[in-house]
């Protein structure tokens, strides 16, 4: 394996469309989701370890979730795991995380994932990423892989790209914020949009410039503290000053900004998982379209919903469609899917109260 190649996983989401599952104590990626026998995170870090040494994989997330991912992930070293003491968006904690990077390798190629995302092909995943890798290894560009839209989606961004360019890999004209359904429909017929996955890949030396360039007052900040990091002195640091860091997302903070931005179209089956209906999807289904997750079910004229329970409890339904049904210790969940996006709005009022 090459030793160069490195990987951050992001792992410090809370995922509070997927409640009652997914909590701020005990968050999406930490669970299997789809009932699988292994944890989002645990399938993120086995497939970048397909080609990325497992010592060479950092865990970003907040300093809660410290005790959770040793658990998870008994082969990863304190050290490995980048703690967050208050959440600052993407931005900060990439910058810090690849300054701690630079000082153990400054040829290091790093890919940033997301820890919560669904990959079934990962030979054509691991393909691509060696495709990135080989493309930003020896030149100064930043890259994102972007994913083929199915169908116009109002929840994703969007990447566009010139439509002339006939390479595998092309230039990023701009990101597009999520858009309405017309203008997502525009954006299909177009055939020159993907969608925004949150996949990065660089070498360590082009993002840091990059964050010099165009975050000057967040790239001194945080190099303020560069002779501490990978040191004892290293956590003292970042607990008095990362919370000082502006709360920007790495889209905002650099890429928009950047004129070497480049994506790949992605030859890979991907599923953010950032919902209820979203995990729907990747589940298998009855003849009804049911789709279950550990509960045992009787069902009468009941369709296209989703169950899932803690354990093999028993679920009876009669008279159901297009709902949201979980059950997890003291708490049900009986929701429309097409509501679904108001969860997170229902989990804020039910912390006011």
Request: glycine share 4%.
């Amino acid at each position: 394996m090459n030793k160069n190649y490195y990987a951050i996983i992001m792992a410090g989401g809370v995922g509070s469309r997927f409640w009652p599952v997914s909590t701020s104590e005990f968050p999406k990626q930490f669970h299997d989701m789809l009932g699988t026998g292994e944890t989002l995170i645990q399938k993120t870090f086995t497939r970048l370890s397909q080609i990325i040494p497992q010592e060479n994989i950092l865990i970003l997330t907040n300093e809660v979730y410290n005790d959770i991912v040793l658990e998870q992930l008994p082969m990863v070293k304190q050290e490995q795991i980048v703690l967050e003491p208050a959440m600052r968006n993407t931005a900060p904690c990439i910058l810090y995380a690849s300054l701690k990077i630079k000082k153990l390798n400054p040829n290091a190629v790093v890919v940033v994932a997301p820890s919560d995302h669904w990959i079934e092909d990962e030979i054509q995943f691991c393909a691509n990423l060696q495709q990135s890798f080989n493309f930003c290894e020896h030149d100064e560009k930043l890259m994102t892989l972007g994913i083929l839209p199915t169908f116009p989606n109002t929840g994703y961004g969007y990447i566009e790209f010139d439509k002339l360019d006939t390479r595998p890999v092309k230039k990023v004209k701009q990101f597009r914020e999520k858009p309405d359904y017309a203008t997502a429909r525009k954006f299909i017929q177009s055939r020159n949009f993907l969608w925004n996955a949150g996949i990065f890949v660089w070498s360590v030396s082009s993002v840091l410039k990059a964050f010099e360039e165009f975050q000057p007052t967040m790239f001194a900040h945080f190099m303020n503290g560069y002779e501490f990091f990978n040191t004892e002195k290293e956590t003292a640091f970042i607990k008095d000053n990362y919370p000082l860091a502006q709360n920007i997302s790495v889209d905002y903070a650099i890429l928009e900004k950047a004129q070497n931005v480049y994506v790949l179209p992605a030859t890979f089956d991907w599923n953010d998982l950032g919902t209820w209906g979203s995990l729907y999807d990747k589940l298998p289904k009855d003849e009804q379209y049911n789709a279950v997750v550990n509960a045992s079910v009787f069902l009468e004229n009941a369709s296209n919903n989703i169950i899932r329970t803690e354990g093999k409890k028993l679920v009876v339904i009669d008279g159901l469609t297009d709902y949201i049904v979980v059950d997890k210790e003291d708490v049900l969940l009986i929701y429309p899917k097409n509501k679904e996006q108001d969860i997170k709005a229902v989990v804020a009022k039910l912390k006011e109260q």
